[in-house]
């Protein structure tokens, strides 16, 4: 029961928390650049896709290279290059970029959403045992889940311990010194 600020009660319906996930389970960490990321990636997707109907527009009412066609393709070859490396460059970049994770205690498995290169949610689903963390620090990889870089912010955990049991850090051999 809840008391709303009119002082009368009101029953909730609902068992679990707003955080809880019943496919995926519990949050316990979302990315504060998922709209950001998704924006960027609509914007180069979106400028990409107009330069592809503009471009023989312009070619065509400019006349720039149409007598040479060593200068024609020199400029085709530009702007593709423009036009299909940015957003493939940005999406190798930010594939890895977590928007939200979920974990299940019962089954000990994380649920990582990530962007996909359609900007469609994608969803891959480990155990703590399949997390293995990088030697040496990359750019954009925090963790490895199974073979797929992972990149969250460890600051953004608003319970530390779940940022400690999925890097494996609260496992006692972690912590064991050599002789």
Known sequence: QVTSFQGVVVRSLSTSSPHDHPEHGRLVYKGNLAKTVLGVKFFSYS??????FMMPYIMLKSGIGVESLLVQAAFYGL???????TPVTLHFLTKGYVIRLYYKDEADTYTAITYNAILAEKVTVFHQKDVKIPDITKMFTTFYAKTKSMLV???LFPNPQDYNHLMGYDKSSFFKFED
């Open 79 to 85: 702007i593709g290059i423009f036009t299909f490396v």
């Open 47 to 52: 400028t990409s896709i107009f330069n592809l």
């Open 153 to 155: 912010n460890p600051t």
